[in-house]
Nanobody, 126 residues
Framework: QVQLVESGGGSVQAGGSLRLSCDASTLMYSRWIGWFRQAPGKEREEVAVVYAAVGSAYYADSVKGRFTLSQDNAKNMLYLQMNSLKPEDTAMYYC????????????????????WGQGTQVTVAS
């Protein structure tokens, strides 16, 4: 069964750091995988995505230079290192993956992602 399980969320002061983990089971190949977030009252937004096992990550402008997506292919794990956190980073963070897809066809939005985790809450206090 396809499963994505996130962990690592929590509460932190502004300027602090957190590392989110996603256990991607068998989804770390031949697809796009990444992180989304949804703040209360806002639409879900893409944070960072990468073609599983290869390639460079794409980041939302709001997190460039602060967040880093990485992969451990041997462990089927995806990580999001979040530094210099801001109160506006407060959201539920989701790990997501597309169905099998070419690395040359970047997803255009969340509708392209078929598999989702349950989410992990990140709260940044000012």
């Amino acid at each position: 069964q396809v499963q994505l399980v996130e962990s690592g969320g929590g509460s932190v002061q502004a300027g602090g750091s957190l590392r989110l983990s996603c256990d991607a089971s068998t989804l770390m190949y031949s697809r796009w995988i990444g992180w989304f977030r949804q703040a209360p009252g806002k639409e879900r937004e893409e944070v960072a995505v990468v073609y599983a096992a290869v390639g460079s990550a794409y980041y939302a402008d709001s997190v460039k230079g602060r967040f880093t997506l990485s992969q451990d292919n041997a462990k089927n794990m995806l990580y999001l290192q979040m530094n210099s956190l801001k109160p506006e980073d407060t959201a539920m963070y989701y790990c997501a993956a597309t169905p099998g897809r070419s690395r040359f066809t970047r997803p255009s939005g969340e509708a392209d992602f078929a598999y989702w985790g349950q989410g992990t809450q990140v709260t940044v206090a000012s």
